[in-house]
C-alpha cells in the first residue's frame, strides 16, 4: 500500500511512484477484468433476454450479451479502459445507459440495473376538444401524431406533414404552387354545394377561412382570366417546426364538441411548449432545389413544322426551335431557416421561435416568402393552483404569382403554361429589337408574363389566446379561454400596356384588400375525479364567437406609364369596377362532456353542444347535436389471459353534427346596386334590386354518423393498430333551387336532399425490429369510401339531378363535367361513351347519349411508411397512394384535336389518333382515365454527429427528396389534381386543366441545439 504524504514535491513522487507500480504490474499479470450485473423491472423481477451492450468509447471496442432468465449478464477479459459504455434495453421499457466506467487491474465489477416501464403508444396524451385523453381511454375514431412521425423535408404546409399519415384523411394538393391549396376530405364529402372543409382549431381557436376563399377570384373582366384563381391555404402563416402535435377528430363523438362546426372533421393543431431548465437554442437550417416533374409532350419545332406542311398549312416560320416548356421552368432554389429560444424556472416556462422560408417556383418570375414569429409563455402562481397559458403568433407570406389559370375559356383568354403549351415553336423569344414575340390577336409570348403580367399577394394572421385555469377546489377547476385572430389579404396584379393582353387598355391594374377577424370568449368548468374504480371527467362550458370579414376591390385601365401599377390607381383613365362588402356572424353555444371509466375496463363518453348562429333563418337559430360511445377494453377483464395482447378494445359510437359554412345573410333577403342597366338622360343610373329572398326555415346541415371499433396492442406493444366501420348521413343539404317566374331573382337557398359515406379504416404499426443498433418501425394505413347521393329533393320541392364542375377551353362549350345524381357518388363524370375513331372521327355508343363515365371519388388510399434506425443513421420514407379515381383531363381534350393547327400547338399523340382536321372538339368518356397512382412522397436519410465535450448539445444532418418517384398510367401531368375550373375558389374533384406542375425536390439541412 502507498500512502501519499501531503505536499506538493510529496505528492508528485507519490503519483509517479504509483504510475511505475501500475506499469509493473501491467507487465506481470494479463488482464482479467470482468462486469457481472442484473437487470430488475420496477418491482424488483428479473428482466430476461435484455439486450446488453458495452463500448468502449477511447478504443471503439464494442460487444454485447442478452440476461439470462434470472437477469444476469457478464463480460469477461475486457481490456483496460477509462470510458467504458454499458447500454441496457429491452422490449416495453426505456432504454438506460450507464457511462464513465474505469476498468483495470483485473477488475470486478458488479452492477445493478432497474429499467423503467416504457410508455407505449398506446398511453400517450392527445389533445382534443377541450381537453386531453390517454390514447387507450378514446372512445371515438381519433387520429394523432406527433412532430417526430411528421413528414420530413422542406414542408411550407402543415397539411403536407400529415398526408399519407392517418387513416380516413385524403389530403390531396390542388396543384404543385409553393404554399398552394389542399383538399381534405375527412371521411368523405358531405356537402354538395357548400364547404367540405375542416374546422381547423389552433391552441384551442377556431379560425375562419373565408378570406382565402374570397381572394382566389378577382376577375372582373375577361383579361384578368389569367390569374392564379387558387385559394390560399389556411394554415400557410403556421410554421411547421412550431406544432407539437396534429389531432384529426373523425366520428361524431369526437367532433360533437364542436357541434355546428364538426360534420366535415375536425383538425386540432397544438404548438410547443417551452420546458423547465436551462435555456435551449435550437437552429434548423435547410437548403434544396426542385425541377419541375413532368412536362406534356407537345409537337416539337421540327414536328410542327412537318405536320403542317402534311396538313397543307402554312405558317408563319421564324426558324427558330424553341421548347416554350423548358423556357418557363427553371431549376428553382429552396431555403429554410428555424430558430428557437426555450427554457424556464420552476414557475415559468417559454418558448420563443422565428422562422424564415424562401421557395423559388419552378416556373419563372414567381416565388413564395414566409416569415413566422411565435411566443408561447406558460406560468404557474399560488402554489400552482393558478396557471396561465399565453400563446401568440404572428406569419406572413408574400408570393409572386405565375399567371396560372384554370379557367382558361375561349380563344380570347390565356395564361403563362397554356401559352407554354400552345405557342408557335418556331418562334423565337425576342425579334430584333429584344420585344417579345406575339401572335395578334390571340397568342400571347409564355415568357412575357414573367415580367409583364404581376400578380403579387401578401397574407398576414396574427393569432393569439390566454388560457386561464384555476384549481378551485379539487376535483374542480375553472378554465378561460381568450382569443383573436386577424387576417388580412393584399391581393395586386397589372397587365402591362407592352402585353398582348394589355394593348388597347393601356395597362390594367386590380387591388383587392380583405379581412376577417374574430374574437371568442370560452368558459370551461371540469370536474375530474377517481374513487375506487371509477374515475369521471366532465366538463360545463360556454363560446362566444364573434365573426367579421370585409373587402374591397377595383380595377382600373388607360395608364400613361407602367410604373404607376396598382400603386396609383387615380393615374388611371378608366375605373372599371368598384365593390365593396362587409358581413359577420355570431356563434354563441353551450356544451357539456362527460367521460367515465369504471376499472379501466368500461369507459363511456357522451357529448351535447346547443349552437346558436346568427346565419339561419328565424325559425332555426339554434341546433342541439348530442352524441355517446362506449368502449369495453377486453384485455382487462378476467376471463382474457392471452399473454400476447396486451391491450384490446371494442368501441362504437353514434351522434349528431352541423355545417355552418353556409356564408352570410344567407337566410334573409337581400339587395344590391348596380350602375349598368338603365340610362336616364344620358346618364346612366344606379338601381337597387333584390339579390336573394328570405327564407326563415333555412338550417344547418346535419351529419348523424354511426362508428364501430376495434383497438389493439399486441406483444408488448410492439404492434399495435386499430380498425374502424362508419356510417354517416347528411340531410337537410344546402342547394339553389330555381325561384317561380317571374321574378327578379333566379334562385333560392333552401335545405333540399341527402348525402351517404360509409367507410373502412385499417391502421397498423410495428416495431418490426428494436436491438441496439438497429431498429425498423414500419406503419400501413389504408381507408375504404364509399360516397352516395341519397336525394336531391325535399317536401316542397323535387330535383333530379345538379350540373357541376363547367368544361374550359374550347371543348364541347356551355356544357358540364359532372352530374350531381342520387344514387350516385359526387364527383360523377357524365358524358358520351367514346367507343372509337372510324373514318376519322370518334364514335360514341348509345347513339351519343348521356350516360355515367366515370367517377372521381377513389376505391380506396393507403400510406406506408418505415423508419429505420443504425447506429447514428436514421432513414425513413414514405408511399402514398390513390387506386379506383378517374380523372377528367381537359388538358389533353383541349390540345388533343389537329383543328387547334396552325395557330396553336398540340399533343404528339394527336398526330397518330386518326381523326381528321375538321373533328370537332367533344367531351367524352375518351378523356376520363384511370388517376390511380403509388407515390414515394418523402424520403429523409439523416446523421446524429457525435458532439461529445463540445458547446453544442446535439447535432443532425439530414438530406431528403419529395416526390422522387410516380407509378401511374395517368398521360397527364400529375393525377393527384383538383383545377378549381369553377371560378369560385372551390376546386371539383379529379379535373385536370392547365394545373400547376408538381416539382421534383432535394434539400439538406441541419439540425443543432446548444
Not at 439486450?51 to 444476469?72: A, R
Not at 352541423?658 to 352570410?664: D, K, M, R, S, T
Not at 463540445?950 to 398510367?969: E, M
Amino acid at each position: 500500500m502507498i500512502t501519499c504524504l501531503r505536499g506538493k514535491h510529496s505528492v508528485l513522487l507519490c503519483m509517479l511512484a504509483m504510475a511505475l507500480l501500475g506499469q509493473m504490474v501491467a507487465q506481470a499479470q494479463t488482464p482479467s477484468n470482468s462486469v457481472k450485473g442484473y437487470v430488475r423491472d420496477e418491482a424488483g423481477n428479473p428482466v430476461s433476454h435484455a439486450t446488453v451492450s458495452v463500448k468502449d468509447n477511447k478504443t471503439g471496442f464494442t460487444g454485447g450479451t442478452e440476461t439470462d432468465s434470472t437477469g444476469l449478464f457478464r463480460f469477461r477479459g475486457l481490456a483496460d479502459g477509462n470510458d467504458y459504455e454499458f447500454t441496457i434495453s429491452s422490449v416495453g421499457y426505456e432504454t438506460q445507459t450507464l457511462s464513465g466506467y474505469k476498468i483495470s487491474n483485473g477488475a470486478d465489477i458488479s452492477l445493478l440495473v432497474k429499467l423503467k416501464s416504457q410508455s407505449t403508444a398506446m398511453d400517450q396524451v392527445v389533445v382534443i376538444g377541450y381537453g386531453t385523453q390517454r390514447q387507450k381511454d378514446l372512445t371515438g375514431a381519433v387520429s394523432a401524431i406527433t412532430s417526430k412521425d411528421f413528414n420530413q423535408g422542406m414542408v411550407l404546409s402543415p397539411q403536407q406533414s400529415i398526408q399519407g399519415k392517418l387513416t380516413g384523411v385524403n389530403i390531396s394538393q390542388n396543384s404543385g404552387k409553393p404554399g398552394g391549396s389542399n383538399t381534405i376530405r375527412i371521411r368523405g364529402g358531405t356537402s354538395l354545394t357548400q364547404s367540405n372543409d375542416p374546422l381547423y382549431v389552433i391552441d384551442g381557436v377556431p379560425i375562419s377561412t373565408n378570406a382565402g376563399v374570397s381572394q382566389a377570384n378577382i376577375n372582373s373582366n375577361g383579361q384578368q382570366n389569367v390569374f392564379d384563381m387558387e385559394p390560399t391555404n389556411p394554415l400557410m402563416t403556421l410554421n411547421p417546426d412550431d406544432i407539437e402535435s396534429i389531432t384529426v377528430l373523425k366520428d361524431a363523438s369526437a367532433t360533437a364538441i364542436y357541434g355546428s362546426r364538426g360534420a366535415n372533421g375536425v383538425i386540432v393543431v397544438t404548438t410547443k411548449k417551452g420546458t423547465g431548465g436551462a435555456p435551449m437554442v435550437a437552429l434548423n437550417a435547410s437548403f434544396g432545389a426542385s425541377k419541375v416533374a413532368k412536362t406534356l409532350d407537345v409537337l416539337s419545332a421540327d414536328e410542327y413544322r412537318k405536320t403542317i406542311a402534311d396538313l397543307g398549312l402554312t405558317i408563319d416560320d421564324k426558324g427558330a426551335n424553341t421548347d416554350w416548356q423548358k423556357e418557363i421552368f427553371r431549376t428553382a432554389h429552396l431555403q429554410d431557416y428555424n430558430l428557437s429560444l426555450s427554457g424556464g424556472t420552476g414557475k415559468t416556462t417559454y418558448r420563443a421561435s422565428l422562422g424564415y422560408g424562401n421557395q423559388q417556383s419552378i416556373m419563372i418570375g414567381s416565388d413564395l416568402t414566409r416569415t413566422n414569429a411565435r411566443i408561447n409563455v406558460n406560468h404557474a402562481a399560488i402554489k400552482d393552483r393558478l396557471t396561465f397559458d399565453l400563446r401568440v403568433n404572428y406569419g406572413q407570406t408574400f408570393s409572386r404569382q405565375s399567371p396560372v389559370s384554370n379557367t382558361v375559356g375561349s380563344e380570347f383568354a390565356s395564361s403563362m403554361n397554356y401559352e407554354a403549351m400552345v405557342f408557335n415553336p418556331t418562334y423565337p423569344i425576342r425579334d430584333e429589337a429584344g420585344n417579345y414575340y406575339n401572335v395578334p390577336p390571340y397568342r400571347v409570348n409564355p415568357v412575357s408574363f414573367s415580367d409583364q403580367v404581376l400578380d403579387e399577394l401578401t397574407n398576414n394572421r396574427f393569432i393569439g389566446n390566454l388560457s386561464t385555469t384555476l384549481k378551485i377546489v379539487k376535483p374542480l377547476s375553472l378554465n378561460v379561454n381568450v382569443g383573436y385572430t386577424n387576417q388580412n389579404i393584399n391581393r395586386n396584379s397589372y397587365i402591362a400596356k407592352a402585353n398582348l393582353l394589355g394593348q388597347g387598355l393601356g395597362g390594367l391594374a386590380s387591388v383587392q384588400k380583405l379581412e376577417d377577424y374574430s374574437k371568442l370568449l370560452e368558459t370551461v368548468l371540469r370536474y375530474n375525479n377517481t374513487f375506487g374504480d371509477h374515475t369521471l371527467d366532465a366538463i360545463a362550458g360556454y363560446s362566444w364567437q364573434y365573426f367579421l370579414n370585409n373587402g374591397n376591390r377595383t380595377a382600373a385601365n388607360g395608364f400613361l406609364s407602367d410604373e404607376f401599377k396598382w400603386y396609383s390607381l387615380q393615374a388611371a383613365s378608366t375605373i372599371n369596377s368598384v365593390s365593396t362588402f362587409q358581413a359577420s356572424n355570431k356563434l354563441i353555444s353551450f356544451y357539456a362532456r362527460a367521460n367515465y371509466s369504471y376499472a379501466d375496463r368500461v369507459l363511456f363518453t357522451g357529448t351535447v353542444r346547443r349552437d346558436g348562429s346568427s346565419r339561419f333563418g328565424s325559425g332555426n337559430k339554434w341546433g342541439v347535436f348530442p352524441s355517446g360511445s362506449l368502449a369495453w377494453r377486453i384485455s382487462k377483464e378476467k376471463f382474457f389471459n392471452v399473454d400476447k395482447i396486451n391491450d384490446l378494445k371494442v368501441r362504437v359510437s353514434y351522434g349528431l353534427t352541423g355545417n355552418q359554412e353556409i356564408g352570410n345573410l344567407n337566410s334573409i333577403t337581400t339587395l344590391g346596386a348596380t350602375t349598368t342597366g338603365y340610362i336616364v338622360g344620358g346618364k346612366r343610373i344606379t338601381t337597387v334590386l333584390p339579390q336573394q329572398y328570405a327564407n326563415p326555415s333555412l338550417k344547418w346541415e346535419q351529419t348523424a354518423q354511426l362508428d364501430i371499433g376495434l383497438d389493439y396492442a399486441l406483444f408488448g406493444g410492439r404492434l399495435r393498430g386499430s380498425l374502424d366501420y362508419y356510417d354517416k348521413k347528411t340531410t337537410d343539404l344546402l342547394l339553389r333551387i330555381p325561384v317561380p317566374t317571374p321574378s327578379a331573382i333566379s334562385t333560392q337557398l333552401a335545405n333540399v336532399g341527402s348525402v351517404q359515406n360509409r367507410g373502412l379504416e385499417v391502421s397498423i404499426t410495428g416495431v418490426i425490429v428494436d436491438k441496439t443498433d438497429f431498429g425498423w418501425e414500419s406503419n400501413f394505413n389504408i381507408s375504404f369510401n364509399r360516397n352516395k347521393v341519397l336525394s336531391l329533393s325535399n317536401d316542397q320541392f323535387s330535383g333530379k339531378n345538379i350540373q357541376i364542375a363547367p368544361l374550359q377551353g374550347t371543348v364541347s362549350l356551355g356544357r358540364f363535367a359532372q352530374l350531381v345524381i342520387p344514387g350516385q357518388p359526387l364527383g360523377t363524370f357524365y358524358g358520351p361513351q367514346f367507343s372509337g375513331i372510324t373514318d376519322g372521327k370518334e364514335t360514341y355508343a348509345y347513339n351519343g347519349a348521356d350516360t355515367i363515365i366515370g367517377v372521381a371519388q377513389p376505391k380506396y388510399i393507403f400510406g406506408f411508411s418505415n423508419t429505420f434506425n443504425y447506429k447514428r443513421w436514421t432513414l425513413n420514407f414514405l408511399f402514398r397512394g390513390s387506386v379506383g379515381n378517374d380523372v377528367f383531363n381537359l388538358t389533353a381534350a383541349n390540345m388533343s384535336y389537329l383543328s387547334n393547327l396552325p395557330g396553336k400547338n398540340v399533343l404528339a399523340s394527336a398526330v397518330t389518333s386518326g381523326l381528321n382536321r375538321d373533328a370537332p372538339k367533344q367531351y367524352s368518356s375518351r378523356w376520363i382515365e384511370d388517376g390511380s397512382f403509388v407515390r414515394l412522397d418523402n424520403l429523409s436519410l439523416g446523421y446524429n454527429v457525435n458532439v461529445k465535450n463540445s458547446f453544442i448539445s446535439s447535432a443532425r444532418l439530414f438530406l431528403t427528396g419529395q416526390n422522387l418517384l410516380l407509378f401511374t398510367n395517368y398521360s397527364g401531368v400529375d393525377p393527384e389534381v383538383n383545377s378549381e375550373v369553377s371560378g369560385t375558389g372551390t376546386a371539383p374533384l379529379g379535373i385536370d386543366y392547365l394545373a400547376y406542375p408538381r416539382a421534383r425536390s432535394l434539400s439538406v439541412g441541419v439540425n443543432l441545439t446548444f
